[in-house]
């Protein structure tokens, strides 16, 4: 499966934003879908993540009640809806695909991966 992150940008802390990640080639729903980032001089990080099996999905304790994941099976897109952004939230943005539906919150668990979409939240 191919994926291709898209909707990054430059926002003011408190905006919200959406990102996007399309997937080609496969079947979508075959899937669990994560979101990681990374920001400079940092360690990439999970994000959040949706099960391909019945839905049920996770977020990171920095990110919870802020976003939300939801996926479109029908139009192989999964999204992140960040709202409340703040300057912590700034980093390139990765999606990432598995076949698996346990340990989603590991990087090490997916075998595919987008090409990144920049976040800057500025203060």
């Known amino acids: 499966v191919q994926l291709q992150a898209s909707g990054g940008g430059l926002v003011q802390a408190g905006d919200s934003l959406r990102l996007s990640c399309a997937a080609s080639?496969?079947?979508?729903?075959?899937?669990?879908m994560g979101w990681f980032r990374q920001a400079p001089g940092k360690e990439q990080e999970f994000v959040s993540a949706?099960?391909?099996?019945?839905?049920?999905?996770a977020y990171a304790d920095s990110v919870k009640g802020r976003f939300t994941i939801p996926r479109d099976n029908a139009g192989n897109t999964m999204y992140l809806r960040m709202n409340s952004l703040n300057p912590e939230d700034t980093a390139v943005y990765y999606c990432?695909?598995?076949?698996?539906?346990?340990?989603?919150?590991?990087?090490?668990?997916?075998?595919?991966w987008g090409q990144g979409t920049l976040v800057t939240v500025s203060s």
């Open positions: 080639g496969s079947t979508f729903s075959s899937y669990s």
């Open positions: 949706i099960s391909r099996s019945n839905g049920r999905t």
């Open positions: 990432a695909a598995t076949p698996r539906t346990m340990g989603l919150a590991s990087s090490s668990g997916y075998d595919y």
